[in-house]
């Protein structure tokens, strides 16, 4: 089955800095790949997505991007803000020998993001 | 109105206990799922459910036993509990069974077993 393997499993930053989280993932057939944050005591919820016929794809302070050859994808968060601070996990969708998933989503094992003041 | 709703939201319970968590879709997706976050914070699907079916069962325990009345709704219920199962619980749901597009977690149940 998809292994996804996510990388630091801490950062710390300062408020102003880039933060960059990456995840490798095992399945070549995998070809969606969301990120979520968590928020401590709270739900995760998906911050951006990917799909395997897009390089990378940003919105406002946060970007993606996707290597499919080498089987990996990041998440970059520029500038840097105090409510930032969460843990993050990407997770990738893999196919079964039928060609479908449904919308099993493997997940890394999250990175807490700590971003000081 | 929350879109994907679970209860109770903590629940605290002796070791060989049996119980029960819910969940409740009101954005008509057709496909269900539990996930179980560990002490360590790590995800890892349990059961999906596509329209009542189940289609995904990722060696769980028989003890746990989910349930889906209609595809609005996915239950979970526990036999015989243990304290390893202690670990928050989210439900969660999607507009495409094929992807996972649209995913959307439920607020999450957090056991703990004494």
């Known amino acids: 089955g998809e292994n996804v393997e996510q990388h630091p499993s801490t950062l710390s930053v300062q408020e102003g800095d880039s933060a960059v989280i990456k995840c490798t993932y095992s399945?070549?057939?995998?070809?969606?790949f969301p990120w979520y944050k968590q928020e401590l005591g709270k739900r995760p919820q998906l911050i951006i997505d990917?799909?395997?016929?897009?390089g990378e794809k940003k919105d406002q302070r946060i970007a993606v991007t996707l290597n499919k050859t080498a089987k990996h994808f990041s998440l970059h968060i520029t500038e840097t803000q105090p409510e930032d601070s969460a843990v993050y996990f990407c997770?990738?969708?893999?196919?079964?020998?039928?060609?479908?998933?449904?919308?099993?989503?493997?997940f890394g094992q999250g990175t807490i993001l700590t971003v000081h003041p | 109105d929350t879109a994907v709703s679970q209860t109770p939201k903590y629940l605290v319970t002796q070791m060989g206990n049996d119980k029960s968590i819910k969940c409740e879709q009101n954005?008509?997706?057709?496909?269900m799922y539990w996930y179980k976050q560990d002490s360590k914070k790590f995800l890892k699907i349990m059961f999906s459910?596509?329209?009542?079916?189940?289609?995904i069962n990722e060696t769980v325990p028989n003890r746990f036993s989910p349930k889906s009345p209609d595809k609005a709704h996915l239950n979970l219920h526990i036999n015989s509990l243990e304290l390893g199962d202690s670990a928050v619980y989210f439900c969660?749901?999607?507009?495409?069974?094929?992807?996972?597009?649209?995913?959307?977690f439920g607020s999450g149940t957090r056991l703990t077993v004494v």
């Open positions: 969660a749901s999607s507009q495409d069974r094929g992807r996972g597009y649209g995913y959307t």
């Open positions: 399945d070549s057939a995998s070809n969606y």
């Open positions: 990917i799909r395997s016929n897009v």
């Open positions: 997770a990738a969708s893999p196919l079964n020998a039928g060609g479908t998933s449904y919308g099993k989503l493997t």
């Open positions: 954005l008509g997706h057709d496909t």
């Open positions: 459910y596509n329209n009542k079916e189940l289609i």
